[in-house]
Each structure stands twice: as structure tokens, then as C-alpha cells.
């Protein structure tokens, strides 16, 4: 399967705990997106990194959230001290620099803080 | 006030109906107009995108954009009960660092 992945796909975990997430992109897409998406809600942009560098972040993302994308391959997205408004499905979405408007998600990791 | 309009419906159609799904921003500095459709517990995927104003047809697909009403919109024809799912509709600017999207319309096509 050539499309992008996250794992896990689903997390449960109880206030206060940090959980981390991981996204492999397609494999030449050098743009690599996250987003939160809650019921009823489309995604919002949380961050954008160009290969290895994170470019922008959403005014959403409180110091408790983090990303990294070493090498410029998979990302990894970090909660730290994880709240009950944290539960969400968390998307990632990768894109190629020629075809910049042509995103792939994956199926997302769904969130849930007890 | 959201960026990025859309009407939730749901949106309940017979089966071979014409549907319309609409989006309305107001930042004037998108230009990439998008629709996605997703399935319920799956990621969204891309279904068409326009450049600035203009239609695009694909299939049983049209996007529409009127950026001097700052509205877009997308046709399809002959629904099908496949088609059932949630639409988005997407924006951006041309550097692509963001993407705005609509809270997404819940379509139902009966058969």
C-alpha cells in the first residue's frame, strides 16, 4: 500500500498522560500536513512541515502539542498532559511539491481522553 | 466568524437527483478552490479543485467558484447511493501553506 499511514489508529489514554502519534507520508511527497477534525467539524490546520522543517502552526497548537518530522520522512505528533478537549480524530495529509493542492490523508488516529 | 462557510445539512436526495452543495469564504487571498468527500471513520480524499474562477467538470462532477461573491459550489448529477457521504470544501492560497476547510455537508442518496 503506496498511501499515507498512521499509527496507531485509535488511542485511549486517561487525562494527563502524553501520547505521540506517527504518520508515514507517500513516499516522495516532500509536504506533510496535520489537522484535528472533531465530530461534525471539517479538519483544522495544525502544522505544515517542507521535508524536515516545520513551516507553520496553527495558533491551535498550545505548547502542549508538538511535531517533528526528522529527515523529512514520517512525523511524529506529541500531546503532553492530554485533557479531555484534546479528543479528536487527528489527520495527517501529505502532498508533493509539483501538484502543491492535491492532498493524500490518511485514515487518521482517533483520540480519546478519559 | 469562520473563514470558511458550509451548510451541515443533511442533505437527503432520491436516487439519480441533481445535488448542490455550496461553500462561502472571506478571505480574499484564496485562490485554490477544493472538495473532498469522506466516508464516515476514513480520511478525507480529493475529489476535484479549481484554480481561481471558473467551472470544472469531471464526470458526473462540476465545481463552480465566483470569486466576486467569494461562493463556490459543486454539482452532481445523477446521484448515486454510493455518493452518500460527507462533502468539504476546501480553500487556499497559492503558497499552500494552510488549507481552510468547510465543517462539511452530509449527503444521503436513496435508492
Known amino acids: 500500500d503506496t498511501g499515507v499511514s498512521q499509527n496507531p489508529r485509535h488511542k485511549i489514554t486517561k487525562r494527563g498522560q502524553n501520547v505521540t502519534f506517527r504518520c508515514d507520508p507517500i513516499?516522495?511527497?516532500?509536504?506533510l500536513y496535520w489537522y484535528r477534525q472533531t465530530l461534525g467539524q471539517g479538519p483544522e490546520f495544525l502544522t505544515y512541515?517542507?521535508?524536515?522543517?516545520?513551516?507553520?502552526k496553527s495558533r491551535l497548537l498550545s505548547d502542549r502539542f508538538s511535531a517533528e518530522r526528522p529527515k523529512g520522512s514520517f512525523s511524529t505528533l506529541e500531546i503532553q498532559r492530554t485533557e479531555q478537549g484534546d479528543s479528536a480524530m487527528y489527520l495527517c495529509?501529505?502532498?508533493?511539491?509539483?501538484?502543491?493542492?492535491?492532498?493524500?490523508f490518511g485514515p487518521g488516529t482517533r483520540l480519546t481522553v478519559t | 466568524q469562520k473563514e470558511v462557510e458550509q451548510d451541515p445539512g443533511p442533505l437527503s436526495v432520491p436516487e439519480g437527483a441533481i445535488v448542490s452543495l455550496n461553500c462561502t469564504y472571506s478571505?480574499?487571498?484564496?485562490?485554490?478552490f477544493m472538495w473532498y468527500r469522506q466516508y464516515s471513520r476514513k480520511g478525507p480524499e480529493l475529489l476535484m479543485y479549481?484554480?481561481?474562477?471558473g467551472n470544472k467538470e469531471d464526470g458526473r462532477f462540476t465545481a463552480q467558484v465566483d470569486k466576486s461573491s467569494k461562493y463556490i459550489s459543486l454539482f452532481i448529477r445523477d446521484s448515486q447511493p454510493s455518493d452518500s457521504a460527507t462533502y468539504l470544501c476546501?480553500?487556499?492560497?497559492?503558497?499552500?501553506?494552510?488549507?481552510?476547510f468547510g465543517s462539511g455537508t452530509k449527503l444521503n442518496v436513496k435508492p
Open positions: 495529509a501529505s502532498s508533493f511539491s509539483g501538484v502543491l493542492y492535491e492532498q493524500y
Open positions: 513516499s516522495e511527497h516532500n509536504r
Open positions: 512541515f517542507q521535508n524536515e522543517a516545520q513551516l507553520e
Open positions: 478571505n480574499s487571498a484564496f485562490q485554490y
Open positions: 479549481t484554480y481561481s474562477s
Open positions: 476546501a480553500m487556499s492560497a497559492h503558497n499552500f501553506n494552510k488549507f481552510y
